[in-house]
C-alpha cells in the first residue's frame, strides 16, 4: 500500500498571545516546511518478528515468562490506570474493584490506600512536584492526597467523569465528564472554574502553550481551544476538517504550538495550537493487514529527539511521520500483533515505549523502526503504562488485576 497524508494549503504557523494560568505570558510559534495537497509516503514493508520466532514453542515460553522486578496484586479487578511520582520513588495505581492504592515499586510497599471511591477507579496522577497525588472514579467522585501523611486534602462529586490530568506547572487539576463539560480547580482551596460545549462527551485533554491554555477532545470529533485563565473558548477545529468520529487521543508538542490528535475515525491531525487550524491529517487506515477493519487510533506522541509524531492503532501498528514533509517514515507491526493502547516518548533518545493489548511493552527506535527490546509478564491486556521521569522504570496495568513494575536499564 501506499500510505497518505491529507494537507490544507497554508503553511504551519501561527502566533497568539495568552495569559497564563499563574501569571502572564506569549505563546509560541513553530515554523515547518512548506507542505503540498496529497503528500504520498515512501512505500515501508511493516517491521515483523525474524523466522522463527513465533513457533509454538516460543510462544509458550513467552506465555510464562515473567520480566518484571515487582508485581502488586492487591487488586481484586483490572488496573485501569497507574501512574509514578516525578522522583519516581512511588507508584499509585486504580482498579475495578474501586480501589487506589500508593505504593513503592520496589517491594510493593503501601503507603495508603485512597479510601472513598464507590465506583472503578480510571484515573490516577500526582502532581508536578509530586506533593499531591488525584484518583477518580467513573462515578465522577475525585479526591486529592497530601502524599507525604496520606491525608485526603480535597474532594469533589461530578458527573460521570472521563479522565483527570494535572496542571504541569502548578497545582492545578483539570477534568473532563460526559455531559462535555470540563472543569478546573486550585488545589487544596477547591477554586473551579468551567469550560461549557454540550456536544458529547469531553473525552481527552492536552496542555498547551506552557500551560497558558488546553485543547479539550470531544465525541464529535470536534476539539476546543480554551484560555484557562480567562475560561474563554478560542478557536474550535470542527466541521469537514475536523474528525468525523470520537477523539481518543491527544498531546501536546513541547513548546505547546502543535497539537496532535487521534480518533476512531482512523486517522491523526496535526493542528496549530495556536490558531486551531488543521495542518495535516494522518491517514492509518490502510495501516493493518489485508481486508482488515478500519481500527481505531488510541495512542499519539511527539519524539523529543527528532521532529516526528508517532501514532499507535488497535491495528498493532506504529507509525512514524515526518513533521516537515508530512510523509510516513516508517512502520513498526508489534511482533504479537495486539492493538497498541499506550506510547510514551523517550525524553533523552530516538526511542519510544508502547504497551499493547497482549499483555507486552515494547521499545522501538523511531529512526528504524526496529523492535529493541520487549518486556513480559501479564497474562491478559495492558491498560495503562507509566514510565519514571529518569527512565529507570517503567509500571503496567492490565487487565489480569495486577500492576507490574519493569526495569528499564537491565
Not at 37 to 55: F, H, K, R, S, V
Not at 100 to 126: M, N, R
Not at 201 to 207: D, K, L, P, S, Y
Not at 217 to 237: F, H, M, N, S, T
Amino acid at each position: 500500500f501506499v500510505p497518505t497524508c491529507r494537507m490544507e494549503e497554508d503553511e504551519i504557523g501561527g502566533d497568539i498571545v495568552y495569559e497564563e494560568v499563574l501569571e502572564d505570558g506569549e505563546g509560541g510559534e513553530d515554523d515547518l516546511q512548506d507542505c503540498s495537497d496529497n503528500i504520498t509516503g515512501d512505500e515501508n514493508e511493516l517491521q515483523m518478528p525474524e523466522e522463527g520466532a513465533e513457533d509454538g514453542d516460543e510462544d509458550e515460553d513467552r506465555m510464562m515468562q515473567d520480566d518484571s522486578l515487582y508485581c502488586f496484586r492487591q487488586h481484586t479487578g483490572a488496573v485501569f490506570s497507574v501512574a509514578m511520582n516525578p522522583a519516581g520513588a512511588l507508584v499509585c495505581s486504580g482498579g475495578e474493584d474501586d480501589r487506589a492504592y500508593v505504593w513503592k515499586p520496589e517491594d510493593g510497599t503501601i503507603l495508603f490506600e485512597c479510601k472513598g471511591h464507590k465506583d472503578s477507579v480510571t484515573s490516577t496522577g500526582f502532581s508536578f512536584d509530586g506533593k499531591y497525588v488525584s484518583t477518580a472514579d467513573m462515578a465522577g467522585t475525585i479526591q486529592v492526597w497530601d502524599v507525604p501523611t496520606g491525608e485526603l486534602k480535597w474532594s469533589f462529586e461530578c458527573g460521570d467523569l472521563e479522565w483527570t490530568q494535572w496542571h504541569p506547572q502548578a497545582h492545578v487539576l483539570l477534568a473532563g465528564t460526559a455531559d462535555g463539560t470540563g472543569w478546573m480547580w486550585k488545589v487544596p482551596s477547591g477554586d473551579c472554574k468551567t469550560f461549557e460545549r454540550h456536544h458529547g462527551r469531553n473525552t481527552c485533554v492536552a496542555i498547551l502553550s506552557q500551560g497558558r491554555c488546553a485543547a479539550f477532545g470531544y465525541e464529535d470529533g470536534a476539539v476546543q481551544l480554551w484560555d484557562l485563565k480567562e475560561a474563554r473558548a478560542i478557536p474550535e477545529v470542527s466541521g469537514y476538517l475536523a474528525h468525523t468520529s470520537c477523539i481518543t487521543c491527544m498531546v501536546g508538542n513541547s513548546d505547546g504550538n502543535l497539537l496532535l490528535t487521534g480518533s476512531e475515525d482512523a486517522t491523526a491531525k496535526l493542528t496549530s495550537g495556536g490558531t486551531g487550524k488543521v495542518l495535516a491529517t494522518f491517514d492509518t487506515s490502510q495501516q493493518g493487514a489485508s481486508g482488515e477493519e478500519q481500527m481505531s487510533v488510541e495512542a499519539v506522541a511527539f519524539s523529543t529527539s527528532l521532529a516526528v509524531a508517532l501514532t499507535g492503532s488497535l491495528s498493532g501498528v506504529l507509525g512514524v511521520w515526518d513533521l516537515s514533509t508530512q510523509m510516513l517514515r516508517q512502520q513498526c507491526r508489534t511482533p504479537e500483533e495486539g492493538g497498541i493502547v499506550c506510547i510514551q516518548s523517550s525524553d533523552s533518545s530516538p526511542v519510544v515505549y508502547v504497551a499493547d493489548l497482549c499483555g507486552v511493552v515494547s521499545l522501538y527506535d523511531v529512526r528504524s523502526g526496529s523492535c529493541e527490546r520487549q518486556w513480559f509478564g501479564h497474562t491478559e491486556e495492558v491498560l495503562d503504562m507509566a514510565v519514571s521521569k529518569n527512565e529507570t522504570q517503567l509500571v503496567t496495568g492490565s487487565n489480569d488485576m495486577t500492576a507490574r513494575v519493569y526495569s528499564i536499564n537491565r
